[in-house]
């Protein structure tokens, strides 16, 4: 699929007022296509206020300020996509796909809550994501306040009135209720907008803690005063998080400005945007060959798995099934891995949880990703074990017609050698122009980002949600628009749920990649050794050729013997010890230029080092039973952090051994 035109731009920054209601059907169409899409828009906007009556002034009032904070929300995400991406020729709606969604996400206490839901009904903006903080421990029953002395109002009979919603549980969690609720609106949102009279925070999970936690993340805040009969905005930018956020909560008039459409917009296209041109000319202006921009539109523009019907895609078929096959029978051959045995028999995901449309847009993204991987990754690395096996065989063919041979043969031996040497630069240029090498890695970089992404959807969080700054790659910009598009993970997240969230997330992550990467070492090594005994017998090959050489050298030179007796028999020594002093070298470059493009022993050492790493995190999750929603958290965003710190590490190893064009 390709770039969006410029006329398509009403559509994209245009917000639907019943994008919500449809997103998920979109979704489905969207994840069911083969073509590769520019990523979803999607805007989360949490809310919070205060639960008591006399502390959120004239109703009125009050809802005519939610209505305007919800239509600045609205209009600044259409503004925001109309703006220009720096240099480039395109602005930030060309890097999106489809109409912008919203989602509310908030708790459902009496009070502002209500109010807001109201609201945000009225206007049809999209869906409403409910929190709600506690669990009766005799009865189950979700409740908006603590248990000990919750009102009947504050419990929640009926819960289908919302489209999705996630019942905490204060014990389970290992935290006071009313914070986590906070913590889980301003980790997934990224516009809190606030019913607060701007005193301290009473306690943990006020809509003061709320506004300090959203400006330690560096989120947006959009106040509403009791009574007033404007909107203020909090700009978090100028905000110093930690201590800064704590400040600054505490003084919010500092940091006040009238909330405008451009004003906020300005803020969101900081963490909306893909990343911006870093490379000037000394005139000041982006280069348009800026690796970042280069990459993501390629990526939105070509897919390997997409096939037209037509003869190119028809040999394409045929080399991805024989051609592109060589690298995956050389390491099978070289390296098979041993079976590694579970720990642990694999945990099942929660059935809630694998039905849920949010996981099943990740679980469609990984799936997609990893395929364009892995497809990828058989044709880059299949071509650089191929041009090498035709560097050796066209060294072989060079020597094949040695002196004293008839013109004929030496004539076929050039042609064969020339034939082969086109075919070497034929396919090494292919491969160039194809960008195979950048996509491969981008492409396996995204796969592992959307896969752990999956891991942590299930408790609630992900890698990046600590802080809303713009993405740095492109692979994590789109990965983050995906996850916002797939919204919270919801469910009753009592003791026995987190449980077995956190478990299936030990045996699918962890355990998963300790297996992987024990498979990895060992093919490696096995790779590595028997390189290297390649090397050693070729070693020994020449010397023994050399001698021998060197031997019928010296009898042709020194023996008296009588014209043409026993020369042919020495010269033939002679001939194969020339030809084997050729040869060898060549085979002992093949195995250090296979070994340079693809690492082995340095990818087994790697690897080697992060199977105690998994199997550590694994330990610490089994080691706490029963364990706090707070500490699972903890632990698979450990892990999922490694997991995507060590795809980059090795997605920059990997930049450093280019497709090479042989001998």
Known sequence: MGQREGNDLVKLAAVSPDAGSSVDGAWQALAARSEVANPPLALRIGFSGHRAVDRLGDEAVLSANLDAAFRLARDAVGAMAAMPLDDCDEILGDAFDGPASLRLITGIATGADRIAIARWRVMAAGPVHALTPYLDPAT???????????????????????????????????????GELSRWIVRNCDVVVVVWDGGSAVGAGGTGDTVRLALHKGVPVLWIRPNAPDLQLLDPSSVWRDDGATEAAGHPARLTRPATIEALSTILFAAFAPPLPRH?????????????????????????????????????DLCDHTLWRAFDVFKSLAGKPPVIPRADPPAQLPADVAAQEGYRRLAAALDQADQRANRLSQAHRSQQLILLALAMLAVVIGVMAPDGSSPLMHLIAIGLELFFAVGILALWSLARRGHRHRRWSDARRLAERFRAALATYPLGIDIADEHADGAQTWTEWRARAVIRAAGVTGGVLDQDEVTARARWARTDLMDGQARYHAKEAHAGRKITERMHLWENAGFVALTAALLMGAVAAAMLSFARLPPGAMAPGLQGLVTLATTLSVIVPSMGAVALALDSTNGFSELADRSAQLVPAYEDFSARMRKAAPISAALAQEIVREAATLLVSDTDSWRDRLVRRRLIRGG
């Open 140 to 178: 189950g029953q979700p409740l908006t306040d603590e248990p000990s002395h919750a009102k009947w109002f504050d419990r929640v009979t009926d819960l289908g009135e919302f489209e999705t919603s996630t019942c905490l549980d204060g014990a389970a969690a290992g935290r006071h209720g009313h």
């Open 280 to 316: 000037r000319s000394l005139e000041g202006h982006a280069s348009v060959g800026d690796p970042e921009i280069i990459a993501r539109r390629d990526f939105a523009r070509r897919d390997p798995l997409h096939r037209d019907g037509g003869l190119r895609s028809t040999l394409a």
